[in-house]
C-alpha cells in the first residue's frame, strides 16, 4: 500500500501489513523533502491505521515502546 503526507509531498512511503495492522515497510525518499525520522514514521503508521481502523491493533502490537 502506498501513503503520501503533506509533510513530505514528493515522497512515497510504502507500507506492509503485519498481522492486523500496518507499518512503513520502504519509502521512496525525494531530496526536495525533509529527512523522514522514526518519529515520523511512528506518526505516519498511527494515521494509516486509524484511517484503516486498525488503530487499536496497532496500538497493542507487541513491539510497541512505552
Given at each position: 500500500m502506498r501513503g503520501y503526507?503533506?509533510?513530505f509531498p514528493n515522497s512515497t512511503i510504502y507500507f506492509?501489513?503485519?498481522r492486523r495492522f500496518y507499518i512503513v515497510y520502504t519509502?521512496?525518499?525525494h531530496a526536495d523533502d525533509p529527512m523522514v525520522q522514526k518519529e515520523d514514521r511512528e506518526k505516519m503508521q498511527e494515521?494509516?491505521?486509524r484511517e484503516l481502523?486498525?488503530?487499536r491493533?496497532?496500538?497493542q502490537r507487541k513491539s510497541r515502546s512505552l
Open positions: 503526507f503533506d509533510k506492509r501489513r503485519i519509502l521512496d525518499w494515521l494509516i491505521n481502523g486498525r488503530e491493533e496497532y496500538q
